[in-house]
C-alpha cells in the first residue's frame, strides 16, 4: 500500500510569498491522517512549519507519519524552502522518535508550571514593584534591541528582525504598561533595580515575555527571584499556570526553569531541506 499527500483545501499565498495549504494523509484512496504545511514563520518564505501532523490511531506504528513527512519535506522543497521547523509535544514518544529518526535539531522548548496556592517567598533584602514609566521607555528600546538580536542569532536578517521586534512589542504592548493583563515588574535588591520581568495573561493562564537581569548583577541568584516574583503576579490575577519559551542554547536559563520546577510542554526542532 501508498502512502501520500493529497491537497485537503487550496493554496493560500500573501503578496510576499508566504504559503499554506492542508493535506490529507492517504493509503491508496483511504484517509489515514492530516497536516498542515506553511511558510508564512518569521523567516520569510523559504522557512517553512509540518503542523498538526496527526495519523489516526488504527494506522499509527506502520511507517505512515514519517513517509507523510518526508512526502511534505518535498512539497516544501518545491515551494523553494531550505528549512523546515515542527512543533512536538513532550507527551508524544512517537513524535519526539520521528523528528529524531529524519534528523531534526531541537531549537527550542515551550515549559509550563503548575502553581501551588500559596505565592513564592523571595530572598531577604528583595523586593519587587511596578515599573515607572520612565522605566518603561528605556526598557522598551533595550527589550526590543535584545529580541531582535535572538532572531538575528538564528538565521534572520537584521532588518527583519527588528521589523518583528517592533511589531510583536506593539501588538503585546499597544498601551505600554498600561495594556490589560500585562504586568512589567522592577525587582530591587537593598534598593538598587537589578532585573525586570514581564509577564501578561494568556489564556486560562500568564505568561512570562521576557525576564532580565542587569549584567553587572547576574550570577547572584536575581534570576530565581524575577521568576518568582512572575509567580506571584500569576497568582494575585488568579491563574494556576506560568508558561514561558527558552532556547535549547539558553543552558543557565532552561536549568533554572527546570529547578524551579517548569516542564516542557513542547520541544521545537528544525532541519535543513538539502
Not at 513564592?120 to 514593584?129: D, E, F, I, Q
Amino acid at each position: 500500500m501508498t502512502t501520500t499527500l493529497r491537497p485537503s483545501g487550496p493554496l493560500q499565498q500573501s503578496t510576499g510569498g508566504a504559503r499554506s495549504r492542508p493535506y490529507e494523509i492517504r493509503v491508496n484512496s483511504r484517509r489515514v491522517g492530516a497536516l498542515l504545511l506553511a511558510s508564512d514563520t518569521p523567516f520569510g518564505p523559504t522557512v517553512a512549519e509540518i503542523r498538526d501532523l496527526a495519523v489516526e490511531e488504527p494506522d499509527r506504528r506502520r511507517g505512515r507519519a514519517t513517509v507523510a513527512a518526508l512526502a511534505a519535506e518535498e512539497v516544501l522543497r518545491g515551494w523553494g524552502c531550505r528549512r523546515v521547523r515542527v512543533s512536538v509535544p513532550a507527551d508524544s514518544p512517537g513524535g519526539l522518535r520521528l523528528a529524531g529518526a529524519l534528523g531534526y535539531a531541537e531549537y527550542s522548548r515551550n515549559m509550563a508550571k503548575e502553581l501551588p496556592a500559596e505565592p513564592p517567598a523571595l530572598s531577604a533584602g528583595v523586593t519587587g514593584r511596578a515599573m515607572t514609566d520612565d522605566e518603561y521607555a528605556a526598557w522598551l528600546a533595550e527589550a526590543r534591541e535584545s529580541y531582535a538580536r535572538g532572531w538575528v542569532d538564528r538565521g534572520m536578517s537584521r532588518e527583519a528582525a527588528l521589523a518583528k521586534s517592533r511589531a510583536d512589542h506593539a501588538a503585546q504592548l499597544p498601551q505600554g504598561p498600561a495594556t490589560p493583563g500585562v504586568s512589567l515588574a522592577v525587582l530591587e535588591a537593598a534598593g538598587v533595580s537589578v532585573g525586570t520581568v514581564w509577564t501578561s495573561a494568556r489564556g486560562e493562564g500568564s505568561y512570562v515575555f521576557d525576564v532580565a537581569v542587569a549584567e553587572e548583577y547576574r550570577g547572584r541568584g536575581h534570576g530565581r527571584d524575577l521568576m518568582r516574583l512572575a509567580e506571584r503576579t500569576a497568582l494575585a490575577a488568579g491563574h494556576r499556570v506560568l508558561a514561558l519559551h527558552v532556547f535549547s542554547d539558553n543552558t543557565p536559563a532552561l536549568r533554572l526553569y527546570e529547578s524551579l520546577g517548569y516542564r516542557t510542554t513542547d520541544f521545537n526542532y528544525a532541519k535543513d531541506l538539502i
